[in-house]
């Protein structure tokens, strides 16, 4: 989720972990999901979530983000997914129905969760979801894909990242893949204020980014309103180093696909982001 890092910094002290796991090699519909109870959430974690969730109302979500994700996942016909830092669900709804036999999603925040679990309460397709730390959680089952979309970039440190890392693996059954979307570490630095013209901002150091440094994004929403979050920068070397330590194998960066189906106008739309791509796609697997 793109606001992973501040929600963990605001319960740190609050969440109680009352969710049963599975015993290991269980399915996860074998036991009954259950929230965290959070002690007095502040009224910012609400209004948050739902502004990031009017976000996903931007084109570029769909055009470029969704897009690339789907072409890198491929057929999804009978696969079981979890999906890491699933937001409000829009993506485990869109890989159930292109054919995805499970799906379970996963957040840090009680709040998205909700939003998601209405969304399925209002159109069943069968979604299951869990509120927990993507970085901490404990085997699932064995999954055919697991999904992170703008998830591993709220790593500040390459220990951080080894850990959403090896939550993957361990979820994923030999030869499962893990595939996402991701703050895009070759994007130049500086502010990318020529990107607002699709609804958002990027801001970062410039000059001598080092490991960790912040960068911070702003959404600018149709009704007027705006909101800000960091996330962090690690060189591609680290990703690439964490990938291989963690055990997978095909790594691949992955786009930016820009949806085909769009017409050459409505693609032209898009020369500045695709020049040089704030986001980036991801691939690999797990060995078999």
Known sequence: MIIQKQKVLEINNTIKKIIKLPQKNSSFKSFKLQKMQVSNPSNSFDEMAQKYKNAKELPIFKDIIEFTMLQTIGDLKGLKVLDLACDEGNNCRIMRKKGASEVLGVDISPEMIDLAESSEKSIPLGCKYLVHDASTLEKMGEFDLVVAIYLLNYAQTKGELRKFC????????????????????????????????????????????????????????????????????????????????????????????????????????????MANPPGIGFSMKKMA
């Open 166 to 273: 090896e939550v993957a693996y361990k979820n994923l059954k030999k030869g499962g893949r893990f595939i996402g979307f991701n703050d895009n570490p070759f994007h130049k630095g500086g502010l990318s204020s020529e990107l607002k013209k699709y609804g958002f901002t990027k801001e970062s150091p410039e000059i001598g980014r080092k490991e960790g440094d912040p960068i911070k994004y702003t959404f600018y929403l149709k009704d007027g309103s705006e909101f800000s979050f960091d996330d962090y920068w690690l060189s591609p070397k680290t990703y690439e180093d964490v990938f291989k330590e963690t055990g997978f194998e095909d790594f691949k960066w992955e786009g930016p696909f820009l949806d085909d189906s769009l017409t050459k106008e409505e693609r032209d739309k898009y020369d500045v982001y």
